[in-house]
Structure formats: structure tokens, C-alpha cells
């Protein structure tokens, strides 16, 4: 066998030796954006209306593994939770843990195929002195039974605005 054929058939042998998971998670709304006007330094600004959902045949799971902001925002998150229900809470000024969610909840189990979707309920500061947004959030999750990690990007734009900022579009 050449070593061009072995390293094909070594290349083969590992990719089918991998667990590649069928769960897909979904969000099923639409393109959202929060502006929140005269948002203190490091003060927490929870967000609970953010919808997700598993697209498949309902008996899957999914561990959401991280949130993040795109490169370069100035957003940061600060800790998240899932809830497999609506949760009753949008936009507000209060931690996450003070809003009854527990960080260590991240697993989701809402199949889309429900009426009602899951929750992300993410914690979000401003943490310099100049207004904090992302344009949307990069959630990183993988199968509960294991597999490969994936990306959903939700669009989905937070907008901190620092007190008696004049500048940003909506801040005033």
C-alpha cells in the first residue's frame, strides 16, 4: 500500500469512528434587537424571550456548551441558563440568578414540534465605560449522548447604552 492510500484509509477509518449527532437546535424567531438606555458599569441586564428548540424527533437533548458575542463586540455575557418552557420574564435589570435560573441549567429538550419553544435566558453587562452591543449571539452546543460540537447564530442584537450617551442610534 502506498502512503498516499494509507493515509486515505486511516483518514477514513477516523472520520467513521466518530460520533456525529443528528440534534440540530433551532431558534425559531425572528430577527430581534434590545437597546437598553442608562445601563450602570458592570450592571446586570438579564434577557429571557430568547427562543430555542430541538429540530428532530423529540427524543434528543442538547447541552448548550457556551454564549458568546461576535469578535469585537463589546458586549459581554456573563452567565446563561436553559428553561424548557417560557420562563415569564423579557428584558430585566436584575442577575440571573436573582430572576430564579439556575447558570448550571443548560440542557434542552423542547422539540420544535411543540407549540411552546425553550428558553436561553442569558446575563449581559456592560463592562467599560462606552455603550456595549453584539449584533447577535454565537451559541456553541453538542448532543447530550455525545458528538460533535455545533454553532447556532441568533440574531439577536443587544445594545447596552452607557449613561448620557447621545451617539448610539436609540440610546436617548
Do not use: W
Request: charge should be negative.
Amino acid at each position: 500500500m502506498t502512503a498516499a492510500a494509507a493515509a486515505v484509509t486511516a483518514a477514513f477509518l477516523l472520520v467513521g469512528c466518530q460520533s456525529f449527532s443528528s440534534v440540530r437546535v433551532e431558534y425559531p424567531g425572528t430577527v430581534v434587537g434590545s437597546v437598553i438606555p442608562d445601563m450602570g458599569l458592570h450592571e446586570s441586564m438579564t434577557f429571557g424571550d430568547i427562543t430555542l428548540c430541538i429540530d428532530g424527533s423529540g427524543s434528543e437533548a442538547a447541552q448548550i456548551d457556551s454564549v458568546e458575542v461576535p469578535e469585537g463586540s463589546t458586549l459581554e455575557i456573563t452567565a446563561f441558563s436553559v428553561a424548557d418552557q417560557g420562563v415569564g420574564l423579557g428584558n430585566d435589570r436584575i442577575t440571573l440568578i436573582d430572576a430564579g435560573f439556575d447558570p448550571d441549567e443548560r440542557t434542552l429538550t423542547r422539540p420544535c414540534s411543540d407549540k411552546e419553544s425553550g428558553r436561553l435566558i442569558v446575563e449581559a453587562s456592560r463592562s467599560t465605560n462606552e455603550t456595549a452591543s453584539a449584533d447577535e449571539l454565537i451559541v456553541h452546543y453538542s448532543a447530550t449522548d455525545g458528538g460533535s460540537e455545533r454553532t447556532l447564530r441568533i440574531p439577536y442584537a443587544i445594545a447596552l447604552c452607557a449613561p448620557g450617551d447621545e451617539q448610539t442610534e436609540h440610546c436617548t
